[in-house]
Each structure stands twice: as structure tokens, then as C-alpha cells.
């Protein structure tokens, strides 16, 4: 169950071995209403101030508590919708909201209360996922390409990439023998997604339309591409603030959003290059596979096949909540979740914490 975004709550029902067998059931996405969405973005704001990741000042206790009880919420309603019974179920993974990511300082925060949601829904959680990488010192993200990994099984190439386009983008590449390098190329949605929301009445760019209008500002891009992130040997990872659009200033609405949607195309075809072999297939996952303008960006810059999720036979809109459902059980098992080639882990790391209801 994954709550990353600001979007909503997904929800994905994973039968797993945390091995080779996947079975996919059904999933579900609950939106946050407006006010909920204003609370996490107080929450984000407060979350600056941060300088220890189990404190909880102001408005973050609140944000924890009420996110919990979305949760909880939102499993109570995909049980009764799906006419499933707890019975049925073992496990919840529990990834919660991040609210700051600085794994340069050991700081990862993800707010949700685990033995909360154990105690709501009467059913194991394993939640906290990444401190156990980062206290280690690794990156805590990304965390899916083990995931990623076992999907693959089901394609005939390789290399191959997954991309995963959600506020901040990443890749994971699979090679041939299974081998994985991950990290976080750059922005993903979440520039253009301030953009829109202080420009326009939208909070986002339907169907890449604003960005389609717009030319891009080669200065503007030029200037974000020389961010001393992308100089940065991989893995390595981003907080959503990572990048502003204070570079864009006295650029046109629709200029600014073409700019930004090329800016994160750009910034996965520079990831290219921290790869050991160029993938001879891109499949997207997250919102941005959702966008036009920037999958027609995507084939652009790195002139190979670009495929949504869909193509390849998976559900972008259930992916990170069906990962969150196999690094459960991973982290249950006593599995490595992140290894040195994802997060720069000093060696392959369970993680997490596990609450019994």
C-alpha cells in the first residue's frame, strides 16, 4: 500500500512468495480530498525543519495520525469492495507519506504510524523501509527494483529499464543475468505539477496539453541540466524539493511546462550514461507514462522502444503498491530489500519493521 504522491492511496492485492512467484490481483486508487491534500503539504513544509526522524513537531503529529486512519480507511473500503475478508490476507505492506529524504544527513522520514494501522485493521504491517538503508548508509531509495526485477522474468529483453515517473522519476536497469543498477535520474512530475498549480487552475498538465502548446527554453533547460546531481555517480537519490522552477522565471505558462516536461526526459536520458549497457527497451510506470508530451519527449531522447506499462502487461497505477506488497514479505522473510547497486548499500539489507495487530 503506497501513499508517496499527493494524489491519493494505492491500494494492490500481491500474491508472493517475495521470489519469482507474482501473482497480481485487483487494485484501487482513493484520492485525498482537497483538505487532505492541504494537511500533507503543511506537513511537507514543517518536514524542512527536520533535524531527527522520529520527531514529530506540530502539524507533522497530526499529518501522522490522520494518514494512518486514511489507511486504514482505504483498506477497510478495498477489502469490502474487492469482497475480501482479513482471513485472506497476511500481510500490509506500509510505505506512508514522505515528507523529507536527505540521505546525505542519515535523514529519511516517512510519516505513519505501523502499529496503528496493525491495531485499526487487525492484520500484520510491515512499514519503515527505508531507515534501516540509510542508517547503514545508503540511499533508502529507490526500493522497487527488486520488484522491478521480478517482473521482468515475464520479458525477452535485456537489458531492459523501468522507469518510474512519479513527483521525483528513477530507473531501474536488469541486465542479463538478472544484475541491477537503480538510482534517481532527476525530476519527475512534481515541477511540472508546481508549475501548473501556481499558473493555472489545474494542479497538474492534462494530457501533456499546456506542454504541447510551448516551446522549449534551451537556455532554462540548459541551466537545470547543469545541477551538480547529475555529475553524481549512481546510486543516488532525490527529495521532491531536490529542484524549483526559479529558473523559469519571465517564461510564458505553456513555455515553462514544455520546458519542465523536456527537463525530465532529458535528466532520464543523462542516467543513460551510469548504466553498464543502453536498454534496448524503456518501460514507463507512475503518472508520467499518462503524459503524451513527454512520452513523445522520452522517444525522442533516447531513440529506443518507450512502452507504458500497459504494453508490457503490467498495471502502472498498481506497480509501486504491488512493490510495497513483495518487499513486505521480503522483509518479513528476512530478504535483502536494496543492495549496494540500488541504494549503495554496503551490502544487500533487509529492512523494515514488522507490528503484529
Known sequence: MSGTSLDGIDVALLTTDGEDEVRRGPSATYPYRPDQQALLQDALFAARALEERDAR?????????????????????????????????????????????????GLTVQLGLGPALARYTGLTVVYDMRAADVAAGGQGAPLVPVYHRALAA??????????????????????????????????????????????TDTPYDRNGELAARGNVASHALAAQLKHNFFTTSAPKSLDRNTFDTSLLEGLSVE?????????????????????????????????????????RDLRMVLQAPVIPAEKAGFNGDSMEAEAWAYLAVRSWRGLPITFPGTTGAPRPLSGGIVSEP
Not at 65 to 91: C, G, M, N, P, Y
Not at 158 to 184: C, Q
Open 154 to 199: 515475464g520479458l525477452d529483453v535485456r537489458p531492459v529499464a523501468f522507469v518510474n515517473i512519479g513527483g521525483v522519476a528513477n530507473m531501474t536497469w536488469i541486465g542479463a543475468e538478472g544484475e541491477l543498477v537503480a538510482f534517481d535520474t532527476g525530476p519527475g512530475n512534481a515541477l511540472l505539477n508546481d508549475w501548473c498549480e501556481r499558473y
Open 255 to 295: 513555455d515553462g511546462a514544455a520546458t519542465l516536461t523536456r527537463f525530465t526526459a532529458e535528466a532520464v536520458a543523462a542516467g543513460v550514461a551510469l548504466v553498464p549497457q543502453a536498454p534496448k527497451l524503456y518501460v514507463i510506470c507512475g503518472g508520467g507514462r499518462l503524459n503524451p508530451t513527454l512520452m
Open 57 to 105: 513537531p506540530g502539524i507533522l503529529a497530526e499529518a501522522e495520525r490522520e494518514l494512518t486512519h486514511w489507511h486504514a480507511q482505504a483498506v477497510e473500503r478495498f477489502l469490502d469492495q474487492k469482497r475480501l475478508t482479513v482471513s485472506e490476507i497476511d500481510l500490509i505492506g506500509f510505505h506512508g507519506q514522505t515528507v523529507i529524504h536527505r540521505p546525505e544527513r
